[in-house]
């Protein structure tokens, strides 16, 4: 691990590629797991006034576990994760036209309709996020259901922080960003990195 600034930051996210392949994977991210997707407290708000706002948008079953259980739960580790529909589905997972899956707040915010964004975990993913004695660490995560993710980042040779870039600017601001880079040169001169 590399520490920057006040996260230590596992080598895989720089020496791993990866870059999303919707038209491969489908989405499946939103609707496999065994719980929602991690959130924070600061997030939960946001959440709620996303789910009025897509309402419309949400599965009839989603709407329903809102109501009746609100838009986040509490996981077996006592995290607060996003509600899911039947032990599985994301209560924000919708389907497009060609049966992909897609998270409604990301739409709706490239759309330009709300300036709620989709919560950290999910635009930092496949880097989770940890406290390793007060620090932040970041750790590369790997399922199987991003093995396409994986090919498509090798073919583009996309390392999975530079595929962050945007996430991890808005999670820890452009001069750690700035700081990740000069370290990722710095691995690469000696010879961390092919």
């Given at each position: 691990?590399?520490?920057?600034?006040d996260?230590?930051?596992?080598?895989?996210?720089?020496?791993?590629?990866?870059?999303?392949?919707?038209?491969?994977?489908?989405?499946?991210?939103?609707?496999?797991?065994?719980?929602?997707?991690?959130?924070?407290?600061?997030?939960?708000?946001?959440?709620?006034?996303?789910?009025?706002?897509?309402?419309?948008?949400?599965?009839?079953?989603?709407?329903?576990?809102?109501?009746?259980?609100?838009?986040?739960?509490?996981?077996?580790?006592?995290?607060?994760?996003?509600?899911?529909?039947?032990?599985?589905?994301?209560?924000?997972?919708?389907q497009?036209?060609?049966?992909?899956?897609?998270?409604?707040?990301?739409?709706?915010?490239?759309?330009?309709?709300?300036?709620?964004e989709?919560?950290?975990?999910c635009?930092?993913?496949?880097?989770?996020?940890?406290?390793v004695?007060?620090?932040?660490?970041?750790n590369?995560?790997?399922?199987?259901?991003?093995?396409?993710?994986?090919q498509?980042?090798?073919?583009?040779?996309?390392?999975?922080?530079?595929?962050?870039?945007?996430?991890?600017?808005?999670?820890?601001?452009?001069?750690?960003?700035?700081?990740?880079?000069?370290?990722?040169?710095?691995?690469?001169?000696?010879?961390?990195?092919?």
């Amino acid at each position: 691990m590399v520490e920057i600034q006040d996260t230590l930051v596992s080598l895989d996210v720089f020496k791993e590629c990866f870059c999303c392949d919707l038209a491969q994977c489908h989405g499946q991210c939103c609707v496999e797991g065994d719980a929602g997707a991690p959130v924070s407290k600061d997030e939960i708000g946001d959440l709620e006034e996303a789910a009025e706002l897509l309402e419309g948008e949400l599965t009839e079953e989603a709407r329903r576990v809102i109501r009746d259980e609100g838009v986040v739960s509490i996981d077996r580790d006592g995290e607060f994760v996003t509600s899911v529909v039947h032990d599985r589905d994301c209560v924000f997972a919708v389907q497009d036209e060609g049966g992909t899956t897609l998270c409604a707040i990301d739409r709706a915010h490239r759309e330009g309709r709300t300036p709620i964004e989709k919560p950290l975990s999910c635009a930092l993913y496949p880097i989770r996020i940890s406290d390793v004695g007060g620090l932040t660490a970041l750790n590369y995560h790997r399922w199987d259901v991003c093995h396409s993710a994986c090919q498509l980042g090798r073919q583009l040779q996309l390392p999975v922080y530079k595929f962050l870039k945007e996430p991890l600017i808005r999670a820890f601001g452009q001069s750690w960003w700035d700081e990740c880079e000069l370290v990722a040169g710095e691995l690469k001169k000696a010879g961390y990195l092919d």
